[in-house]
C-alpha cells in the first residue's frame, strides 16, 4: 500500500516537469521554423537631435588649440549620425603660429563630421587673411571645399583664385596646407607675378 502511494505522489510531479519540457520544445520549436519578426517598415524624414540659431561654436583640438571657429544663423544636429549641417557659415581657421593671423571665410553652407575632424564648405567659399610680415593680405575663392581643421589643410576641385597683394593666380583643383603656406593648383594654371624691384 506505501509503494502505491508513493508512487501516486511522484506521478504529479513527474507529470509537470513532461508537461514543461514539451512546452519549451514546442516554443523553440516554433522560434526555430516560425517567421521572422517583422522590421519597421516606417521610414521618416531625418530628425534633428537639436537646432540652434544664431549660434557661434569653437572646436578645440586635444592639444587645446583652437582647431577652427564657426558663427552662424542655423544649425542641425542629426540624430543618426551627430553630424552639424550649418546654414550661410562665417569661419576662422586659425593659423597657431606666432604672428601669423587666422584665415577668416565664409561659405554657402557647412558640414561637420561628429568628432570636428573634417569639415566641408559647400557652395562658393571666400577666404581671406590679413598681412604680416613681409606678406600681403591673401584672399581665395573657390567652391566645395574640403578641410581638415587639426591639420590645417584644405582642398577642392573646383576652379579656384588666390590673390596676394600684386599676384594673381588662377586653377581648377586646389590642395593647402595652411601651415606650411604651401598651395598646389591641379590643372589650368594661370599666373600674373608683379614685377620684382631691383
Sequence with gaps: MAVREWLRDRRLPAAIVAIALLAGAAQLLLW????????????????????LTDFKLSQYGVDGLPSFRIAAPHLERREGDDSLYI??????????????????GQSLYG??????????????????????DDTPATTMDTAEVTAWPKQNRLETAEPAQLVQGGTRINGTGLRADLNDKHLELLNDFHGIYPPRGR
Excluded at 526555430?32 to 537646432?51: D, H, L, M
Excluded at 566641408?120 to 587673411?129: I, N, S, Y
Design 87 to 104: 546654414n550661410a557659415p562665417v569661419f576662422d581657421l586659425p593659423s597657431n603660429q606666432a604672428g601669423v593671423p587666422d584665415w577668416h
Design 111 to 132: 558640414w561637420v563630421n561628429h568628432d570636428g575632424t573634417l569639415l566641408k564648405l559647400q557652395g562658393p567659399v571666400h577666404l581671406k587673411r590679413a598681412a604680416f
Design 32 to 51: 526555430w521554423i516560425g517567421p521572422a519578426p517583422k522590421a519597421n517598415e516606417f521610414v521618416g524624414p531625418p530628425r534633428s537631435g537639436y537646432t
